[in-house]
T-cell receptor, first 115, second 110 residues
Framework: NAGVTQTPKFQVLKTGQSMTLQCAQD?????MYWYRQDPGMGLRLIYY???????DKGEVPNGYNVSRLNKREFSLRLESAAPSQTSVYFC??????????????FGSGTQLSVL | GQQVMQIPQYQHVQEGEDFTTYCNSS?????IQWYKQRPGGHPVFLIQ?????EVKKQKRLTFQFGEAKKNSSLHITATQTTDVGTYFC??????????FGAGTTVTVRA
């Protein structure tokens, strides 16, 4: 089992360029998430997908779009990159339980720099 | 803004000493989770606390969930260099979406 796989690991963009971050999980999880991590800010939720076919905004969705392609894959797209989107991006997945959130499994992250 | 606050932001510890990091929420949490992120790595789940007043131990790590389910703490005894990293608490104030604290970054002086 690979767990959660993210690509690419590193990316440098120029302002205005677009790109898609890919994420796939092989744990048969229903829910998938995209977080960004900035120094001193912890992990902030960008978008999430509670189940296949659904997506919803998190805390910081502006400038991003997502696609839940199937149960395994959840992609994050930056249509017109801005320097403020320089960050480390993590994909995560879990199966939410009836008692509240269940533990998240994270990918290894994508370090994105926008110049 | 963030629903879950963590203090301190940085903790510099002499090897062998104990320390505690705290997590406070503005709302009641159904559960609280703790994650550890090594430098350059990704967050890895450590533990989940569900019951009011719950205390769980993992070797030198002791996790506690407050009686009101609004705060939590992580206490590490006899700190080792392997404890270096950032510790995050996270709770689901709304449904099942986790809200993460800003983390406590731990460095260890040998």
């Amino acid at each position: 089992n690979a767990g959660v796989t993210q690509t690419p690991k590193f990316q440098v963009l120029k302002t205005g360029q677009s790109m898609t971050l890919q994420c796939a999980q092989d744990m048969n999880h229903n829910s998938m998430y995209w977080y960004r991590q900035d120094p001193g800010m912890g992990l902030r939720l960008i978008y999430y997908s509670a189940s296949e076919g659904t997506t919803d905004k998190g805390e910081v969705p502006n400038g991003y779009n997502v696609s839940r392609l199937n149960k395994r894959e959840f992609s994050l797209r930056l249509e017109s990159a801005a320097p403020s989107q320089t960050s480390v991006y993590f994909c995560a997945s879990n199966n939410p339980g009836t008692g509240g959130a269940e533990k998240l499994f994270f990918g290894s992250g994508t370090q994105l720099s926008v110049l | 803004g963030q629903q879950v606050m963590q203090i301190p932001q940085y903790q510099h510890v002499q090897e062998g000493e104990d320390f505690t990091t705290y997590c406070n929420s503005s709302t009641t949490l159904s559960n609280i989770q703790w994650y550890k992120q090594r430098p350059g790595g990704h967050p890895v789940f450590l533990i989940q606390l569900v019951k009011s007043g719950e205390v769980k131990k993992q070797k030198r790590l002791t996790f506690q969930f407050g009686e009101a389910k609004k705060n939590s703490s992580l206490h590490i005894t006899a700190t080792q260099t392997t404890d270096v990293g950032t510790y995050f608490c996270a709770g689901p104030p709304r449904g099942y979406k986790l809200s993460f604290g800003a983390g406590t970054t731990v460095t260890v002086r040998a």
